[in-house]
T-cell receptor
Framework: QQQVKQSPQSLIVQKGGISIINCAYENTAFDYFPWYQQFPGKGPALLIAIRPDVSEKKEGRFTISFNKSAKQFSLHIMDSQPGDSATYFCAASRQGGGAQKLVFGQGTRLTINP | KAGVTQTPRYLIKTRGQQVTLSCSPISGHRSVSWYQQTPGQGLQFLFEYFSETQRNKGNFPGRFSGRQFSNSRSEMNVSTLELGDSALYLC????????????FGPGTRLLVL
């Protein structure tokens, strides 16, 4: 019930293309869904996050699509650039009570070919 | 504003030893969480501290412990190290209640030989 499943494990996209990473969760109590980007040797950095009361959130080239009934959410990177090459993690948490505990997907290694 | 800092950045220990890692959160942040990152298991939650109290705990053995000081700085300790404890240990901080975003530090890479 605590799992977040992420796919694909790795993804290669041409420069200018759209990168799509998918995640599915089981626990319907989750109410906060962030995406993190991690470069080698660095800690994860928050990219964008969504709550289940909206179906889509866009920030620049990054968009989260959220399907509450299917318990799925995805990250779309438009006009992908070589600088986007990194590992991406989806996560979920239940914010009730104020406790902070992120459950992460397994990660997707994204490579953008120039 | 300075980000989350972690010390040391790299550490080599041998089996059976113990280790203490340190984390300084972003100024004003009172919640500090710790995560273990390995290639096989990914990012796994260890524990969270808020106002010097452990508020949440992951599924790790008792060899993993932590604490938080009055200035919100946190330490985690691993006793009787095992080879499988080799990992990147990440600390994340977040603002007082109502601010969900967790900001991660660069991590401490621990190698157990």
């Amino acid at each position: 019930q605590q799992q977040v499943k992420q796919s694909p494990q790795s993804l290669i996209v041409q420069k200018g293309g759209i990168s799509i990473i998918n995640c599915a969760y089981e626990n319907t109590a989750f109410d906060y869904f962030p995406w993190y980007q991690q470069f080698p040797g660095k800690g994860p950095a928050l990219l964008i996050a969504i709550r289940p009361d909206v179906s889509e959130k866009k920030e620049g080239r990054f968009t989260i699509s959220f399907n509450k009934s299917a318990k799925q959410f995805s990250l779309h990177i438009m006009d992908s650039q070589p600088g986007d090459s990194a590992t991406y993690f989806c996560a979920a948490s239940r914010q009730g009570g104020g406790a902070q505990k992120l459950v992460f997907g397994q990660g997707t290694r994204l490579t953008i070919n120039p | 504003k300075a980000g989350v800092t972690q010390t040391p950045r790299y550490l080599i220990k041998t089996r059976g030893q113990q280790v203490t890692l340190s984390c300084s959160p972003i100024s004003g942040h009172r919640s500090v969480s710790w995560y273990q990152q390995t290639p096989g298991q990914g990012l796994q939650f260890l524990f969270e501290y808020f106002s010097e109290t452990q508020r949440n705990k992951g599924n790790f053995p008792g060899r993993f412990s932590g604490r938080q000081f009055s200035n919100s700085r946190s330490e985690m300790n691993v006793s009787t190290l095992e080879l499988g404890d080799s990992a990147l240990y990440l600390c994340a901080s977040s603002a007082p209640r109502g601010q969900e975003t967790q900001y991660f530090g660069p991590g401490t890479r621990l190698l157990v030989l």
